[in-house]
């Protein structure tokens, strides 16, 4: 294992100085975005000036957690080992309902602490209503996707 995987060989995130918020409010189990307190607009992945105004001042507004697949892919190996041996698995970007023109990565799982094939990629749509979960992963709360409940 390195300061980057899991024990098993799953990646983990690697937070930078500009991310780490996103990754503190995750471990709260809270999915928020970084906005320009000048501008108001919001911004993802997390940097520190604003691409719209220039402006250096942000801060972290949160999300519902509610949005849609806007794309999606089930890789195909060669595979990382510890990947392999759960595909076949999807990996969505997944569209933000109070932010549309934000998407983020990752899994569209049956529960939060469910592999990653635990859902039938036959499922998969594009326009899929979801909702944030956060799974656990080498001390790490990281945003997966479930299906909107009704």
Same mark, same amino acid.
């Given at each position: ?10 990646? +983990? =995130?690697? !937070?930078?100085?500009?991310? /780490? ?9 809270? &999915?928020?975005?970084? %906005? ?37 892919? +089930? =890789?195909? !190996?060669?595979?990382?080992? /510890? ?9 969505? &970007?997944?569209?933000? %309902? ?53």
């Amino acid at each position: 294992m390195t300061d980057t995987t899991t024990p098993e060989g799953l990646l +983990l =995130p690697v !937070p930078d100085e500009d991310g /780490a918020p996103f990754w503190e409010y995750t471990a709260r189990g809270e &999915l928020r975005v970084q %906005a320009c307190t000048d501008c108001g607009r919001l911004r993802f992945p997390p940097r520190p000036c604003c691409p719209h105004c220039q402006s250096f001042a942000s801060a972290w507004r949160p999300m519902s957690g509610r949005g849609r697949i806007w794309s999606f892919v +089930l =890789p195909h !190996p060669p595979l990382l080992p /510890a990947y392999a041996e759960q595909a076949p698995y999807n990996v969505v &970007l997944v569209e933000l %309902a109070d932010a549309p023109y934000i998407r983020l990565a990752g899994n569209l799982v049956a529960s939060p602490d469910a592999p990653l094939d635990s859902v039938d990629p036959a499922k998969l749509r594009i326009g899929t209503r979801v909702q944030v979960a956060f799974r656990q992963l080498g001390g790490f709360s990281v945003p997966c996707w479930l299906l909107e409940k009704a």
